[in-house]
């Protein structure tokens, strides 16, 4: 049975790109934390809803 592999994986391992492709591809992904990528994400995902829930009227002020 062969192990399971990611796309980035399967697309490495193809004859499908140029060793110059590759290895800008590797460094691209050698950049890239993505633990990192994902914090960024959550803070910026909390910093919008703050953003929206700020323009949001308050559940105490009587609607329009």
């Known amino acids: ?3 399971p592999r990611s796309p980035y994986q399967r697309l490495m391992e193809s004859e499908a790109l ?3 492709v590759k290895a800008e591809r590797l ?4 950049r890239y934390n993505p633990v ?4 960024n994400v959550n ?5 919008l809803r703050e953003v ?3 323009r949001l009227p308050s559940s105490d002020e009587p609607a329009a």
């Open 18 to 20: 140029s060793s110059e």
């Open 43 to 47: 803070k910026a995902t909390l910093a």
């Open 1 to 3: 049975m062969t192990r």
């Open 36 to 39: 990192s990528l994902q914090h």
């Open 52 to 54: 929206v829930a700020a």
């Open 27 to 30: 460094r691209l992904y050698e």
